[in-house]
């Protein structure tokens, strides 16, 4: 099998939000870190002028990058948000059935879904997660997702709403997106605070 047709595999072993599945000798978490901290500088570029400059993996994590920002360096530390109980459930009937089971699939299709209550308090659940293990202050958070059913037109209106409130040892945090065709030239990104 070739390293391209491992990685398809690994992103559809996940059955729900597979874009940033990892797997040692497949994509490894520090590659998947650098990559996700690409986008972000080129979105965070593009959506709030911030120039992000000489990203690259951090070996005394963490925080996971380091990087230059107006020729200061920054800690940028990255976190997925992903519902781990739907992809634990997945895997489980997956086994049980004997075929691969997604959330698209009636069982956990509603379970999938989501809304400004439930995305608020992931937000929250991890902001108070990183901030609780914050060694050393992080200039930036990117939480990143690719929920399946999570849009960036959802996301959107409920970052009107009210802002997130900011934590101790996190300079700003932003939430991510992975690419949508058609809505812009870069990954969606959102300002948490």
């Not at 939000?17 to 990559?35: H, T």
């Not at 990143?144 to 059913?149: I, P, Q, R, V």
Request: hydrophobic share 45%; glycine share 6%; net charge negative.
């Amino acid at each position: 099998m070739s390293d391209w047709e491992d990685l398809v595999n690994l992103i559809n072993s996940r059955g729900h939000a597979g874009v940033f599945a990892q797997q040692r000798g497949i994509l490894e978490r520090r590659d998947l870190e650098l990559s996700v901290a690409l986008e972000w500088a080129r979105s965070a570029a593009a959506v709030f002028g911030l120039d992000v400059t000489e990203i690259r993996s951090n070996p005394a994590d963490p925080p996971d990058c380091v990087a230059s920002v107006n020729g200061r360096q920054v800690g940028i530390e990255l976190t997925e948000l992903v519902d781990g109980e739907l992809l634990a459930e997945l895997k489980f009937r997956s086994e049980q059935d004997g075929r691969r089971i997604t959330s698209h699939h009636s069982t956990v299709f509603m379970r999938a879904q989501w809304d400004e209550m439930r995305f608020r308090a992931y937000i929250d659940r991890l902001l108070d997660k990183k901030a609780a293990k914050a060694k050393v202050p992080f200039d930036f958070l990117v939480v990143y997702s690719a929920e399946t059913y999570l849009s960036c037109e959802l996301v959107r209106q409920w970052m009107t709403n009210a802002p997130f409130a900011p934590r101790a040892g996190i300079g700003a945090a932003h939430f991510l997106m992975d690419y949508v065709p058609g809505v812009s030239e870069h990954w969606p990104v959102f300002r948490l605070y």
